[in-house]
């Protein structure tokens, strides 16, 4: 078929609408492709441990700020411990976000240094735990000074921390072993997105952002 002068003006014409149209489509796909990619590797799935010991340590600091003042031993043991654990968390994070954009270069399962940091970790999350617990189970036995009565009403509710929800304190070592193995293997440039992803989604607050 012979072409004329009018057809192909108007190739001329639709030729960069179609190249544009088609530039845009690629532009959606390769986002979508991105969001895909980010909500695909199920970070949310294997950070729940975190989560979940996250919410139960910030369940008592503020009940330690609701019960103790500021100058009492027990709040500050509390805080001290708290902070201990904010720490070393923050150490454990940063082993597995550098874990993550090693990749396989990196064998996290032999490297004795996140172990430590890791068990580390564990013990001191263990701790505040334990001492929280039994500092508020000690407050609600002993009566204030010169009432001659327990604290009741609003000051301690009806149910023990214990009871509104059970401890969770992380298995450290494992979830980030679990973390690594799921991403060890993709390409440089989406390790290190998941890894800030990872730090952004799994940070604890400080004692001073709690119940503030």
């Not at 340590?57 to 709040?75: G, H, N, Q």
Request: hydrophobic share 40%; charged share 30%; with cysteine.
């Amino acid at each position: 078929m012979k072409r004329t002068p009018f057809m192909l003006l108007s190739m001329i014409l639709v030729l960069p609408t179609v190249c544009i149209a088609q530039q845009k489509a690629e532009q959606t796909q390769d986002k979508a492709q991105q969001q895909n990619d980010q909500q695909g590797l199920g970070l949310p799935a294997q950070t729940a441990g975190i989560t979940e010991a996250r919410l139960s340590a910030e369940l008592y600091v503020t009940r330690i700020k609701k019960t103790f003042k500021e100058s009492d031993s027990d709040y500050q043991k509390a805080k001290d411990l708290y902070d201990e654990t904010y720490a070393k968390y923050g150490g454990w994070v940063a082993a597995v976000s550098l874990a993550i954009k090693a990749g396989d270069a990196k064998n996290l399962r032999k490297d004795s240094e996140y172990k430590r940091i890791a068990t580390e970790t564990h013990s001191t999350n263990q701790a505040f735990i334990a001492f929280a617990k039994d500092a508020l189970k000690r407050a609600t036995a002993v009566p204030p000074a010169g009432t001659g009565f327990g604290m009741t009403g609003g000051d301690i509710p009806k149910k023990t921390v214990q009871e509104q929800n059970a401890d969770k304190i992380a298995k450290w070592k494992d979830i980030g072993l679990a973390i690594w193995d799921a991403i060890k293997k993709e390409q440089i440039d989406k390790r290190k997105t998941l890894a800030d992803m990872f730090e952004n989604q799994v940070k604890w607050r400080a004692w001073e952002q709690i119940g503030s």
